[in-house]
Each structure stands twice: as C-alpha cells, then as structure tokens.
C-alpha cells in the first residue's frame, strides 16, 4: 500500500527521517532503544517502514539465523 500512495502522482507522500521533535532528547531515544525491541523502535521513532504485522517481536533475518536444522528436540513425547 505505502509504495502505491508513495508512486500515485494524486497523492503527496513525505517522510520524516528520525526522530524530529525538539522535546525527544537523545536521553529518551537511548531510553527507548533499551525498552523496545529492535522493530518497534525503527517504526516508531526512526519512522522507518516495517514489513510483517505490528506484534512481530523479531525480524525476518534474526529468526532465519536462528534456525539449525541439524538439531534435534530434547524430548520425544
């Protein structure tokens, strides 16, 4: 939807490039990097656009990396 609006010559699109407000201190950013997940943080105040639905905690490469197939579960029910 946003690369539509984004390239629809109807509409004005504009972007904020971090985090603009004079009242948001580098103290509350460092704050909230610490209290937010990775994801979160980019979307709400680096106003960067995140794939995937608003309650993924982690992001697509992390998960990805994650992933071993060469291991197998502990127990056998």
């Known amino acids: ?5 984004r390239n629809d010559p109807s509409w004005h699109f504009s972007r904020l490039r971090g985090p603009c407000a004079s ?11 610490r209290i937010l997940n990775p994801i979160d943080f980019a979307r709400l105040w680096l106003n960067e656009w995140q794939s995937g639905d608003a309650q993924s ?12 197939d060469s291991l197998t579960p502990l127990f056998v029910e």
């Open 1 to 5: 939807m946003r690369e539509r609006v």
């Open 23 to 33: 009242w948001v201190t580098e103290k509350r950013l460092d704050e909230q990097r």
């Open 57 to 68: 905690v982690f992001r697509g490469e992390d998960i990805d990396a994650s992933l071993d």
